[in-house]
């Protein structure tokens, strides 16, 4: 028989609230005023479906969040998106230039090797045996 426990009792059972609570959990006293307020009871008296309620609470709480951001902070976020646009477009073109600047290297020595073989095939004619005075007698010690 299974333990009968609070801890295991209550172990996998959900503590937060949640879309489909029901209404008396969530009402809110007279006192309480504000768009949030009013807009949460139209929409959980208009029958609305738990994923239409959560899509609503978050932008609700999104909006009261916008609500709190100054214009430094604005100025700030826009600031770093366009500063990390910015690098990140310095940082591939200098990557690209790099790779541009390798592949004309690369191109600019084949071609001088190329050219310079032709070069010496037609000025640098082999002669048939070297004049007398240029041979250089080896003398080999036998010991």
């Known amino acids: 028989m299974p333990s009968r426990s609070p801890a295991d ?12 609570s029901s209404l008396h ?21 208009g029958g609305e479906t738990p994923q239409k309620r959560i899509a609503r609470l978050r932008e609700d709480a999104r909006m009261k ?3 709190k951001i100054t214009l430094m902070d ?19 073109g200098l990557i690209g230039a790099t790779i541009l600047c390798g592949g004309v290297t690369v191109f600019a020595l084949t071609q001088m090797i190329i050219y310079n073989r032709g070069l010496k095939k037609k000025y640098v004619r082999p002669h048939p045996s070297p004049p007398p005075s240029y041979i ?3 003398v080999s010690a036998e010991v």
Do not use: C, N
Not at 11 to 20: E, I, K, L, V
Not at 25 to 45: V, Y
Not at 74 to 92: E, I, N, P, Q, S
């Open 9 to 20: 009792a209550t172990r996998f059972t959900a503590t937060g609230p949640h879309a489909s």
């Open 25 to 45: 959990q969530f009402t809110r006293s007279a006192t309480t005023t504000g768009a949030a307020t009013a807009t949460e009871a139209a929409g959980i008296a």
């Open 74 to 92: 604005k100025l700030y976020v826009h600031g770093r998106v366009w500063a990390d646009w910015a690098h990140r477009a310095t940082a591939f």
């Open 65 to 67: 969040k916008m609500e």
């Open 136 to 138: 250089i007698y080896s």
